[in-house]
C-alpha cells in the first residue's frame, strides 16, 4: 500500500541564485533536527556529498518522518568563484562537477512505491552569489554562446552587484537540485529513454565517470559507473 511520509528541510545555501525564505527556523524547538554539514573546500573531500545517482549510494544520515533535515549545500559548479571572478574563470569551470549534492538521508519506514512529502522550511543564504552563462547551457544558448559572470552579494533581503548598479534582485531562494535515489530498474528505464533523448538532439547529461562521486561506484574505477545518472535533465525522482 503506497503511503505519504513528510519532512521538513532547511537549507544552508552557499553561493546559489535565485533564493527563497519562507520561515525563520530560529525558534523552532519541536522537531528532531538532523543537521548534514558539508567539509573540505569542493564535494570531492566531502563524505557528505555526492553528484550522480544510483541505488547504491550510502545514506550519510537517517530521519523519522516529521523531523526536520538541515543540509548545508554547495555551489552548482562545485567551483571556487568570488566576488572577483571573471568570465574566463567561467569558461575554465568542469562541468563534470555538476551538480553537488548533500545527503543522501534515509528515511526511517520509508519503502519502495512510497511518497515523500517534504517542505522547504527555509533556505538561508551564502553572503556571495553567481549568475552564469556557461557556454552550451540553457534555453537561449544559441543565443549567448559566450561565457558571462555576474557576482552578487546577498541578503534575507535580495541581491546586488556592482555590475548591475540600481537593481537589487528579490529574495525568492530554492533549493537548486533535489531528489530521491532511484532504483535500478528506474535507472535502467530512464537510461533508455535518455539516449534516445540526446540521439535525438534534446539537451542530456548521459552517464560519465570524469568527477563522478560517489567515486567508488560512479567514477573512473568505479563498480557500477555505467548506472550513475546526472542530475539533468529533471526526472521522476526530481532533479534540476
Excluded at 556529498?49 to 555551489?75: E, K, Q, S, W
Aim: overall charge neutral; charged content about 20%.
Amino acid at each position: 500500500m503506497k503511503k505519504t511520509i513528510f519532512i521538513s528541510i532547511l537549507v544552508v545555501l552557499a553561493m546559489l541564485l535565485p533564493l527563497i525564505a519562507v520561515a525563520d527556523t530560529t525558534d523552532q524547538k519541536w522537531m528532531t533536527k538532523v543537521e548534514v554539514k558539508k567539509t573540505g573546500p569542493h564535494c570531492e573531500n566531502d563524505k557528505n556529498c555526492f553528484n550522480r545517482y544510483h541505488p547504491n549510494i550510502p545514506a550519510v544520515a537517517r530521519a523519522n518522518p516529521g523531523d526536520m533535515i538541515i543540509l548545508h549545500t554547495r555551489d552548482a559548479l562545485d567551483t571556487d568563484f568570488t566576488m572577483n571572478s571573471v568570465p574566463a574563470d567561467v569558461a575554465a569551470a568542469d562541468l563534470n562537477l555538476v551538480h553537488p549534492m548533500t545527503g543522501p538521508v534515509h528515511i526511517n519506514g520509508a519503502k519502495r512505491g512510497d511518497a515523500i512529502e517534504v517542505e522547504i522550511v527555509d533556505v538561508v543564504p551564502d553572503e556571495y552569489g553567481w549568475t552564469v552563462i556557461v557556454p552550451g547551457f540553457g534555453f537561449m544558448r544559441d543565443v549567448f554562446p559566450e561565457p558571462y559572470i555576474i557576482n552578487w552579494k546577498l541578503t534575507r533581503i535580495g541581491a546586488v552587484s556592482s555590475q548591475m548598479p540600481g537593481i537589487t534582485v528579490p529574495f525568492e531562494a530554492f533549493p537548486g537540485t533535489i531528489g530521491v535515489l532511484l532504483g535500478m530498474p528506474e535507472t535502467r528505464k530512464i537510461k533508455k529513454r535518455e539516449a534516445a533523448l540526446a540521439g535525438a538532439g534534446g539537451f542530456v547529461l548521459t552517464p560519465s565517470p570524469a568527477k563522478a562521486l560517489p567515486a567508488i561506484i560512479c567514477g573512473e574505477n568505479g563498480i557500477d559507473k555505467d548506472n550513475c545518472l546526472r542530475t539533468i535533465p529533471p526526472r521522476e525522482n526530481g532533479g534540476n
